[in-house]
């Protein structure tokens, strides 16, 4: 994790408290050590994050050996993930919702269930670099002119593309051919997809530059029936249960232990893989 890295590791061991459960001693350089997996925007976020992941699993640890529990440890798992597994399997419900409430959910959340918005584009790229303000500045500006311009005479939008844009497509003139969310990067799209057919108005920003894109179709998503969605509803309101579950486990076990150091809060985002 590049935020460690400029640190001295002697320097950030001191400066936090010694992390125990039940007076086990969670050694700091282990804590170091999984801060790497967790994003921050600094040094005391990240061991926050690991100290706490490291707690949670060693609440586990101890409740499993408490219990005795023995179990095959299962191809790509380590002993301790086996013990945690066969832990919740064991302590934790999974309960299955029935039918009724997976039908409220549906009717309750329509948006969720429907085909996909496609849409036809075609863009012109006015290629700036994110570090280069100035640059960025003036491939706005241009792309305001093309904008104004192409409000005047539309179907110059071909000759447009071939002339400025930076991207492949201009020998396609400027076309991107159909698209659903989550073939083009998130910015690109949060401007582009709500946009009706026609040219967009004002230059759509992304992290490669200045785009004038024009919607040549747009294809509105149809509603799916419940049939063709409920097996996907049961299994996302299941695991939302069963998470709920094991957060609450999680919470139960840490109310019942010693935990010197650090402060638990919101146990669901500890959430053991």
């Not at 400029?6 to 408290?17: A, G, H, K, L, R």
């Amino acid at each position: 994790m590049q935020l460690i890295d400029s640190v001295m590791v002697s320097d950030i061991t001191n400066d936090f408290p010694r992390v125990r459960v039940n007076g086990q001693l969670i050694e700091e350089a282990i804590i170091l050590q999984e801060m790497q997996y967790h994003g921050a925007t600094s040094v005391e976020e990240a061991h926050q994050k690991a100290a706490s992941a490291l707690v949670v699993k060693e609440l586990l640890l101890q409740r499993a050996k408490e219990l005795e529990i023995d179990t095959e440890v299962l191809t790509g798992e380590t002993p301790d993930e086996a013990l945690i597994r066969a832990l919740l399997a064991q302590e934790v419900d999974q309960p299955i919702p029935d039918a009724d409430t997976c039908y409220r959910y549906f009717r309750a959340n329509p948006e969720k269930f429907r085909t996909p918005v496609l849409i036809a584009a075609s863009h012109i790229l006015l290629a700036a670099d994110p570090k280069e303000p100035v640059d960025r500045e003036e491939a706005k500006r241009t792309a305001e002119t093309i904008i104004d311009e192409l409000r005047q005479n539309p179907e110059s939008f071909a000759s447009m593309a071939k002339r400025f844009s930076s991207c492949p497509s201009k020998e396609l003139n400027g076309e991107l051919g159909q698209l659903e969310k989550g073939q083009t990067v998130p910015e690109f799209e949060r401007q582009v997809f709500p946009q009706e057919e026609g040219l967009c108005l004002h230059p759509v920003e992304s992290r490669y530059g200045y785009h004038i894109v024009r919607i040549d179709k747009r294809v509105e998503g149809e509603p799916l029936p419940y049939e063709a969605v409920a097996d996907r509803i049961a299994t996302y309101l299941k695991d939302q249960v069963y998470r709920r579950s094991i957060n609450q486990y999680i919470s139960l076990l840490a109310g019942q232990a010693s935990i010197e150091g650090i402060s638990i809060q919101g146990a669901d985002s500890l959430l053991m893989q």
